[in-house]
């Protein structure tokens, strides 16, 4: 009598899948650092003059008015406040600039994958938590229970002024 031996492949194949899916972990790992890499060059390049060389923003951001005058540039640190903001929104932002804010439009000088390089870059200098928070979404989530001590909310993102977007959603 023979002995079925077909169920021996399937080890090999989930070994095989296993493997698979660690080298694209790997090349993902590696497709984000590099990214990351030359978001740094570019942040320096475009960014650092008024969001800091350290990401730290200007001192007094969270005062600013609604007065272009009165803006001073955020940290893009977990301290400041663009990790509750979307991605798209965040995309949307920095490519065509804020309207009566000094933030410039930066898709002339940046092309759409420049501009996600720098994202990586900034979202490195962030906590795990923020960085899930931001991920998932939803701007009236608890707060990550990590934020830096002083950490409060900026005028324009206070809770029922539309923190998941630069401009407030349409119901």
Not at 52 to 62: I, M, R
Not at 80 to 103: E, T
Request: aromatic content about 12%; overall charge negative.
């Amino acid at each position: 009598m023979a002995i079925d031996r077909s169920w021996l492949w399937a080890p090999a194949l989930l070994g095989a899948g296993a493997l698979l899916y660690a080298l694209y972990q790997a090349a993902i790992s590696a497709i984000d650092a590099y990214g990351a890499q030359q978001g740094a060059t570019l942040y320096q390049t475009h960014c650092a003059a008024c969001h800091g060389s350290a990401l730290d923003g200007q001192e007094g951001w969270q005062l600013g008015s609604l007065a272009a005058q009165g803006w001073r540039a955020p940290p893009l640190t977990a301290s400041g406040h663009a990790w509750m903001h979307d991605d798209k929104a965040l995309f949307q932002h920095v490519k065509n600039g804020a309207a009566g804010s000094p933030m410039p439009a930066f898709g002339e000088k940046l092309s759409d994958n420049q501009i996600w390089q720098v994202f990586a870059f900034v979202k490195k200098s962030w906590p795990e938590s923020v960085r899930a928070f931001q991920l998932a979404g939803d701007p009236y989530a608890l707060l990550p229970a990590d934020l830096p001590v002083d950490w409060t909310y900026p005028p324009a993102c206070e809770p029922g002024a539309a923190p998941g977007a630069l401009t407030p959603a349409p119901r």
